[in-house]
């Protein structure tokens, strides 16, 4: 059975600062999804990897995916407050199944 | 930009009651999903939909819920019977591609069992 696991699972940093999130998932998976959810608001896409070694940036953050070490990380830079939220990894463990599993999420927390 | 949109927001019930959520898909996409999310917790896969058939369920969604699209537009899950448990945040999401697609998801419909 597919196990998408976090970590941190909370975060607290100071504005200005680098950091990265972990996701590890535990079976061959063909994508990587990242998404940002805001305190009881809906499930924002942020970046959707395909392949092995993809790395995509947006802004302050930057996401990449290593197929064989089944790992995909998530890192900030320069953290600002915005960032705030929580982060989610998801993955399916199969090409022939709709059903996405997430991880466990990691809090953000920017502070000044 | 086009979004996936929920009815209710908020939604309380007694035990027992049955609840129907709401949602209207993307209007170009064809691949239509339930999510839920107990509160602090995992976001969690309930069922996917497509050609107006159930493509896929996971083991949470048993007897006591059901999808359908009655019309052109919305896409409904039903639970029959509302536990306790069934408390939580229930989230639409559409695609235009199956297993390829990036999924959008709505804003939520929060259910709170009494």
């Known amino acids: 059975e597919l196990k998408v696991e976090q970590n941190p699972l909370f975060l607290s940093m100071q504005e200005g600062k680098n950091y990265t999130i972990y996701c590890n998932y535990s079976t061959t998976s063909d994508r990587l999804y990242w998404y940002r959810q805001d305190p009881g608001k809906s499930l924002e896409s942020l970046f959707v990897?395909?392949?092995?070694?993809a790395v995509k940036q947006e802004g302050r953050l930057m996401a990449s995916l290593d197929t064989k070490a089944r790992l995909s990380t998530l890192h900030i830079t320069a953290a600002v407050h915005d960032l705030s939220a929580t982060y989610f990894c998801?993955?399916?463990?199969?090409?022939?199944?709709?059903?996405?599993?997430f991880g466990t999420g990691t809090r953000l927390q920017v502070f000044p | 930009e086009p979004e996936v949109t929920q009815t209710p927001s908020h939604q309380v019930t007694q035990m027992g009651q049955e609840v129907i959520l709401r949602c209207v898909p993307i209007?170009?996409?064809?691949?239509f999903y339930w999510y839920r999310q107990i509160l602090g917790q995992k976001v969690e896969f309930l069922v996917s939909?497509?050609?107006?058939?159930?493509?896929?369920k996971s083991e949470i969604f048993d007897d006591q819920f059901s999808v359908e699209r009655p019309d052109g537009s919305n896409f409904t899950l039903k639970i029959r019977s509302t536990k306790l448990e069934d408390s939580a945040m229930y989230f639409c999401a559409s695609s235009i591609q199956r297993r390829t697609g990036e999924l959008f998801f709505g804003e939520g419909s929060r259910l709170t069992v009494l």
């Open positions: 939909f497509y050609n107006n058939e159930i493509s896929e």
């Open positions: 998801a993955t399916r463990h199969s090409y022939n199944t709709d059903k996405l599993i």
């Open positions: 209007s170009n996409h064809l691949y």
């Open positions: 990897l395909l392949s092995n070694g």
